[in-house]
């Protein structure tokens, strides 16, 4: 119950395209939910979050889509640059633990130039 | 303003012997947590600490321990240790209020 599934695995897209990455959750306690971005070498550094009172979010060419009904939650990037290839995972937190977050395995994006 | 700084970055140990990773907050940051990310895998919650407490534990051996400190840096101690402890050990802080982790850029550990 405490897991988050992400696919793909890993993902290429062409330079312009969409990258749409998806995660789903069973635990219902989970009311937030954010999107990390990790070059190699380097940590985790959050993207976008959502809570669950809303559908959609969107933070520049990232947008958050939420179904709370189905338990998912995706991350589309529009307008894909090769600068946005690494390693993208979503997460998930319980209430006010929203340090205490579960990850997904994680997806490997390839833009291509 | 300096992110969340953590040593050391990288370090190679024996199977059985203890290691000690620090981390230091972002100023202002109160809470600390840390997470273990195998290669490949998304990070596991270990710990986190607020205000020198721990608040919440993740799914490992008492051989992980830690602390906080009054200037609100952190310890993670891991003792006798085995192959599989070998992972990027990723510190976070955020501001009381529960909202944004900010991540490290992590102590690479290798067990031999």
């Known amino acids: 119950q405490q897991q988050v599934k992400q696919s793909p695995q890993s993902l290429i897209v062409q330079k312009g395209g969409i990258s749409i990455i998806n995660c789903a959750y069973e635990?219902?306690?989970?009311?937030?939910f954010p999107w990390y971005q990790q070059f190699p070498g380097k940590g985790p550094a959050l993207l976008i979050a959502?809570?669950?009172?809303?559908s959609e979010k969107k933070e520049g060419r990232f947008t958050i889509s939420f179904n709370k009904s189905a338990k998912q939650f995706s991350l589309h990037i529009m307008d894909s640059q090769p600068g946005d290839s690494a390693t993208y995972f979503c997460?998930?937190?319980?209430?006010?633990?929203?340090?205490?977050?579960?990850f997904g395995q994680g997806t490997r994006l390839t833009i291509n130039p | 303003d300096a992110g969340v700084t953590q040593s050391p970055t990288h370090l190679i140990k024996t199977r059985g012997q203890h290691v000690t990773l620090r981390c230091s907050p972002i100023?202002?940051?109160?809470?600390v947590s840390w997470y273990q990310q195998v290669l490949g895998q998304g990070p596991q919650f270990i710990f986190q600490?607020?205000?020198?407490?721990?608040?919440g534990r993740g799914n490992f051996p008492d051989r992980f321990s830690a602390r906080q400190f009054p200037n609100y840096s952190s310890e993670l101690n891991v003792n006798a240790l085995l192959l599989g402890d070998s992972a990027l050990y990723l510190c976070?802080?955020?501001?009381?209020?529960?909202?944004?982790?900010?991540f490290g850029e992590g102590s690479r550990l290798t067990v031999l």
């Open positions: 997460a998930a937190a319980p209430g006010q633990g929203a340090q205490k977050l579960v």
């Open positions: 100023s202002g940051h109160k809470s």
């Open positions: 959502i809570r669950p009172d809303v």
């Open positions: 976070a802080s955020s501001f009381p209020v529960p909202g944004e982790l900010f």
């Open positions: 635990n219902t306690a989970f009311d937030y």
């Open positions: 600490y607020y205000e020198k407490e721990e608040r």
